[in-house]
């Protein structure tokens, strides 16, 4: 049973930085494709940000240049790093991965941003 876990969602300020932790239990990334999405209660999930392979990165265009996706495969973890944070940021992240031909959900974390 492969398990997604999303860490690191916290109340920020505008303009203020955070990094979310995305891992897995019972199966690791590897090299799998790995998205970051968020969603706010009434609209839908929407994609941030996702990577693939070692580096292959892509980015919504509400996030360019303020959000860094990454991945550390020693550790299996995938991180959002979150600059220049503005209140329409605010959401629940939830990351999302596809092992053994199927996609996993995490629970979510969920990001304040407020003054």
């Known amino acids: 049973q492969v398990e997604v876990v999303e860490s690191g969602g916290d109340l920020v300020q505008p303009g203020g930085s955070l990094r979310l932790s995305c891992t897995t239990s019972?199966?690791?990334?590897?090299?799998?494709?790995v998205g970051w999405f968020r969603q706010v209660p009434g609209q839908q999930r929407e994609l941030v940000a996702k990577?693939?392979?070692?580096?292959?990165?892509d980015y919504a265009d509400f996030v360019k240049g303020r959000f860094v996706i990454s991945r550390d495969n020693a550790k299996n973890v995938v991180y959002l790093q979150m600059n220049s944070l503005k209140p329409e940021d605010a959401a629940v992240y939830y990351c999302?991965?596809?092992?053994?031909?199927?996609?996993?959900w995490g629970q979510g974390t969920q990001v304040p941003v407020s003054s």
């Open positions: 999302k991965t596809r092992i053994y031909d199927s996609d996993f």
């Open positions: 019972g199966a690791p990334f590897r090299f799998n494709a």
């Open positions: 990577i693939a392979g070692i580096s292959t990165t």
